[in-house]
């Protein structure tokens, strides 16, 4: 039988192969998990989102929402299926017991997200943002604040969002103009309109807690002057029940090209005069504050986007080994000769193996800064702790754009490989491809993430945490080379990450000079060569991991082992080359972008 979604040996093999996770379990707060439990939780969370949440996925999409009067009502079809996250606490696996989650090993919580996101990511996020907002509150709210929401939030009894985008400021979050006075009470009175605030309004809960950024009057202006409020859609009685609904309401929902039934609300606070708002932590720490409920964001984007394609390719794959068209190109002149499916045709063959090769080099990169953030939590020793935080933060752009560019990439290669029938919304790689998009959006578009990447991350202690990730690159080519058959990819790993060193090293100074915007118009290109050497590093460990085993390896290992080698090598001898391309691009430095004028663009 096919895979659906996601590949339950792909995951195992990340998991406790090649990232060796089950020491996580031994100690520390996972030790009441062991790797029988892991396996169950992702066999029944593979089980619900086959059986419940996917035949909501196209439903979904053509019923979309239904807006009137500020009030949104999601598709029918998500009730049943929400209940079911709910009640099996899948919505707050990986939070921590003491907000009221599970408690579950991140990099478990994040492979059963895989198969919910990739079901129905439109319904999953009903069930899960309130997660990011409950965090917050966690970490920076009175004991109180913490008392009202953390629970209410993780259980999904109530829904949470993050208000921060306006339509004039748009990512200059500093420009925002929602302001905030202070009442003798304590509370503020807020006023502004916020756009594109995901679940802002829906009907699945009965309470949707908004964390706002608004500037107190009088504050500075810019970044610096942004406190963060919590804003209520319905106020909280002392007694825990709901009280009178607060001053934000829901003007709009956008009519956008994927995720249809995901509501993306328009926003207003105060159109009455009477928006009241509680300051979450200090005044003017609202950046911040809510900069740790971004790079949590960040992070599920990207797993959004591996999602969507880890979904896409297996489609495309089945496809290929069920449609029959064409003779094999051996026999290309004979017409008497069978047709075959299409995944004996070499271009087809290439095209999967593009998207296996990606796939799999996502998930592994994704579970590995996991692991990074798992270190930058638990670790003890404050060195390593803070060398783990710091890479974290370096990996968390990659993360956000390179899957959510190459995860779209793949969903549009799946649709080639159905051909004209994967254009039609008969085949959901179409709807996958849309659905992908909003993840090169999401959080920052693709030249925020680079510019993030270049001007703060890249750099941090001195260069000493991009060495150790070039460091711990290089002990991969180090065991690799002990394989014969890994030689010469581990050569090119090699090659590739030592000039991914030079390039750094370049661009960054070049940031540093009188010429820096040269440096940010190369930012991008950088971002994406970094994340090609990543992915190469990803799968050389993937196939020196797999080599070890293949000896005395049965039954279905045996190929899988055997495809990792061979998936390693495709990407390595046909991806890896052109990325050093780009960078000797990065290098020369061209200032073409910058010196253009801008009539010369054309269009008058």
């Known amino acids: ?71 949104v009502r999601v598709p029918e079809c998500f009730r049943r299926p929400f209940e079911l996250i709910l009640e099996g606490g899948w919505n707050n696996l990986g939070v921590l017991e003491e907000m009221g989650g599970q408690g579950a090993p991140p990099f478990i919580a994040a492979a059963a997200a895989e198969y919910f996101m990739a079901s129905n990511y439109a319904l999953f996020i009903y069930s899960a943002m309130g997660n990011g907002t409950a965090d917050m509150i966690h970490k920076f709210g009175t004991p109180e604040q913490k008392a009202t929401y953390v629970g209410n939030l993780t259980s999904a009894k109530w829904g949470g969002t993050m208000l921060l985008t306006e339509s004039d400021a748009g990512s200059d979050v500093g420009a925002l ?59 909280v009685n002392p007694d825990g029940s709901l009280g009178e609904r607060n001053d934000i309401v829901c003007e709009g929902i956008e009519k956008k090209h994927g ?26 720490q609202g ?46 002149n004979d017409p008497s000769a069978p047709s075959v499916p299409i995944i004996r045709h070499p271009d087809v063959r290439r095209n999967l193996l593009w998207m296996k090769s990606h796939v799999e080099a996502m998930r592994s990169f994704f579970q590995y800064v996991t692991l990074c953030g798992i270190k930058a939590a638990t670790l003890t020793d404050e060195t390593e702790r803070r060398l783990y935080e710091d890479l974290f933060g370096m990996l968390t752009p990659i993360i956000k754009d ?15 490989v159905f051909g004209g029938a994967g254009y039609t919304k008969d085949y959901l790689v179409e709807q996958y ?25 890249i750099g941090r202690q001195n260069g000493a945490v991009f060495m150790h990730l070039l460091g711990e690159m290089h002990q991969t080519v180090a065991r690799a080379k002990g394989f014969p058959e890994l030689n010469s990819m581990a050569e090119k790993v090699e090659a590739g990450a030592n000039m991914l060193g030079e390039t750094a090293m370049k661009i960054g ?18 971002l994406h060569a970094m994340g090609d050497v990543l992915m190469g590093w990803m799968l050389l460990w993937r196939a020196e991991t797999a080599a070890s085993k293949i000896e005395g390896a049965k039954g279905r290992d045996l190929p899988f082992y055997k495809g990792q080698i061979k998936t390693a090598q495709f990407f390595i001898e046909t991806v890896l080359p052109v990325t050093r391309g780009k960078m000797k691009s990065i290098q020369a430095a061209s200032p073409a972008a910058l010196e253009i004028d801008e009539d010369s663009f054309g269009g008058l």
Not at 202 to 222: K, M, Q, T, Y
Not at 510 to 521: G, H, I, N, T
Request: proline share 3%; with cysteine.
């Open 509 to 526: 100074g070049l940031a540093m000079s009188p010429d820096f915007r040269v440096a940010f118009a190369h930012s991008l290109p950088f």
């Open 287 to 332: 950046m911040k504050i809510m900069f740790h409920m971004i790079n949590t964001a960040r992070m599920g984007v990207g797993l959004q986007a591996l999602s969507y394609a880890s979904a896409a390719y297996l489609l495309a794959l089945d496809y290929a080994r069920k449609r029959i068209q064409g003779r094999d190109l051996q026999h290309f």
């Open 259 to 284: 995720i249809t039934a995901s509501a993306t609300c328009s926003m207003t606070l105060g159109a009455k005069g009477k928006c009241i708002g509680f300051l979450l932590g200090q005044e003017r």
């Open 433 to 457: 491809a849309r659905d992908c998009k909003i993840t090169t959006i999401f959080e920052g578009t693709s030249g925020i993430q680079s510019m993030d990447l270049l001007a703060r991350k």
């Open 402 to 416: 390179y899957l959510g560019v190459h995860g779209h990439e793949v969903c549009i290669q799946a649709i080639q």
């Open 1 to 71: 039988m096919a895979q659906l979604l996601a590949d339950k040996r792909d995951q195992d093999f990340v998991i406790w192969e090649q990232m060796g996770a089950e020491a996580f379990l031994q100690s520390g707060p996972f030790s009441s998990y062991d790797r029988k439990m892991c396996d169950m939780i992702l066999t029944e969370a593979r089980t619900l989102a086959v059986k419940e949440v996917l035949p909501t996925l196209a439903e979904g999409d053509r019923e979309g929402l239904h807006f009137e009067n500020g009030v």
């Open 177 to 235: 103009t929602t302001t905030a006075v202070n009442n003798e009470d304590g509370t503020y009175l807020l006023t502004g309109n916020k756009i594109y605030i995901t679940n802002g309004e829906h009907d699945l809960v009965e309470n949707i807690i908004h964390p706002v950024l608004a500037r107190i009057e009088g504050d500075p202006p810019g970044t610096k002057g942004i406190s963060l409020f919590i804003v209520p859609k319905f106020f």
